[in-house]
């Protein structure tokens, strides 16, 4: 079974290098863009979440928190790699249907 795994792994990592999206790219590259996409999309998310997030450590009395980021520039600042990401999902997809391994 692990011998088999490999080859079909092999096969689809080869498909996926010669086969060539709607927007020309080949599908390794798409796949690959997607990745730092969403890689991009989480930091940002993560921070602005931090950001927004409320001090959960002490009383606003005791403490006085000043944000050093702006979370709603960050927001929209997440919404442009999330919709490349949805856009690179759909080119990929569409790619997908039209590829025999």
Do not use: F
């Not at 011998?3 to 092999?10: C, F, H, M, R, W």
């Not at 979440?49 to 000043?66: H, Q």
Request: charged share 30%; aromatic share 2%; net charge positive.
């Amino acid at each position: 079974m692990a011998d088999e795994l490999q080859k079909l792994v092999l096969r689809i990592n080869e498909a996926n290098l010669k086969s060539k999206t709607g927007k020309g790219r080949s599908l390794t590259e798409a796949l690959s863009l997607r990745e730092i996409l969403i890689l991009k999309h989480s930091i940002i998310q993560a921070t602005a979440n931090s950001a927004a997030k409320p001090p959960d450590r002490y009383g606003m009395k005791e403490i006085r928190w000043i944000k050093t980021v702006d979370v709603v520039k960050l927001q929209k600042e997440a919404d442009d790699p999330a919709r490349l990401i949805r856009e690179i999902n759909g080119e990929i997809q569409a790619a997908n249907w039209q590829i025999e391994v």
